[in-house]
């Protein structure tokens, strides 16, 4: 990943660049698109298109790629999941569709793990859908979902993010709410990679997954991928943007970045992931050999979790703990430091936010050692 070009913009502006080392994280950008993505969006700025075709076709590639009968890009996964139980709520019918957030006279409810409620579920309340909880933050029975399904029941969510602790397991959760002709609503916003996520839900039995276009998939960062049952993305697409009526049209997808997205996902599914793992791992390493020497700091590799249950490990990734005998400033003050250098440098936590991470997936090529020899010169107190 190239990144040490362009800037002219932020510049103009007195933006200060920022180096990510905190993955791909809304709020330093996202992600970079590859030039081909930025290529296709610029190409795709020179005509007009029916919307409806364009969304149809674009539609028919997210579909090929997941399994599922019928996709659509989204304003990004929080958008997916607002569309998620939009249109487990109406459905086609133009009058429920009009009507909501206000849910009278239809199914509202969404059950939902508590060991899975994340800021994101925001979006499913605001297409006014009620949260009916079960679990606890270690463990669900089985039966806590057969008793929280009801005749109000819209959908049962399911969330892959920073919590899995003690959730039922997806399959499991497809054959109760089925058993009970409800349908089931995923968001897995950050699960690509790995490639195979891209269909993994859907043959588990999910109704509708929600993925994000702007992180791992390099697409553009305010866009997402929405797959699922034909009808229920046909209610999804009619809750949104191009139609000018209901609760999606805040969300609105323009045609440069359905380019970017397509063409990202493309370019997502041809890309050797391994090697693109091996690169991540290659920067970790860098980043724990130069600073595995400094007295009172613990510095490890920490590698990927295929099966993570915890948000961002999708990568190895380099930790450094701060021990009892380290005498150097404290954490926040490293974090401090690296935010107030420019170019700033932006890290993530490690374990209950105790320690530092590094995590690679948005470090340009010789980001590493720029990371790594400023935290050396702060580590040492001489920044
Ligand atoms: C990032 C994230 C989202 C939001 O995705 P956007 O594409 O930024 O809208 C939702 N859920 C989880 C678990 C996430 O990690």
């Not at 595995?292 to 510095?299: N, Y």
Request: aromatic share 6%; with cysteine.
């Amino acid at each position: 990943m190239e990144t040490d070009f362009g800037g002219a913009f932020y510049q103009r502006l007195g933006v200060k660049r920022v180096i990510n080392a905190a993955s791909w994280i809304t709020v330093y950008g996202g992600s970079i698109m590859p030039p081909s993505v930025v290529q296709a969006m610029e190409d795709a700025s020179h005509w007009f298109v029916d919307m409806h075709d364009l969304n149809q076709k674009a539609g028919d590639v997210i579909a090929k790629f997941t399994g599922a009968e019928a996709g659509l890009v989204t304003a990004g996964s929080a958008a997916g999941m607002l569309l998620e139980a939009a249109a487990c709520m109406t459905g086609t019918d133009p009058a429920k569709r009009h009507r909501i957030p206000d849910t009278t006279g239809m199914k509202s409810e969404i059950v939902i793990h508590r060991a899975h409620r994340v800021n994101y579920d925001h979006n499913f309340r605001a297409a006014g859908a009620t949260l009916v909880e079960i679990g606890n933050s270690g463990s669900t029975q089985e039966w806590e979902l057969e008793d929280a399904i009801g005749e109000n029941t819209a959908a049962v969510a399911y969330i892959f993010g920073p919590r899995q602790a003690g959730a039922l397991p997806l399959p499991k959760v497809v054959e109760i709410a089925h058993a009970h002709d409800v349908p089931v609503i995923v968001d897995a916003a950050a699960m690509l990679p790995p490639l195979e996520n891209l269909s993994r839900f859907i043959t588990e039995g999910a109704d509708m997954v929600s993925f994000s276009g702007g992180k791992g998939v390099l697409g553009p960062q305010s866009t997402g991928i929405l797959c699922g049952r034909g009808d229920l993305i046909e209610a999804a697409y009619m809750n949104g943007a191009p139609n000018s009526e209901g609760i999606g049209r805040a969300a609105k997808v323009c045609k440069e970045e359905i380019a970017g997205l397509i063409t990202a996902l493309e370019l997502f599914v041809d890309t050797d992931q391994q090697a693109v793992a091996a690169g991540w791992r290659a920067k970790s390493q860098h980043v724990v050999s130069a600073l595995r020497d400094v007295p009172g700091l613990r510095v490890e590799l920490a590698e990927a979790e295929p099966d993570r249950d915890e948000a961002f490990t999708t990568s190895a990734r380099a930790i450094i703990f701060f021990e009892k005998s380290w005498k150097g400033p404290d954490r926040q003050a490293v974090v401090q430091k690296l935010i107030d250098g420019d170019p700033s440098i932006r890290v993530g936590a490690a374990q209950n936010s105790d320690g530092i991470a590094i995590i690679p997936v948005n470090l340009g090529d010789g980001e590493e050692a720029i990371v790594a020899s400023r935290l050396k010169e702060i580590l040492a107190g001489k920044a």
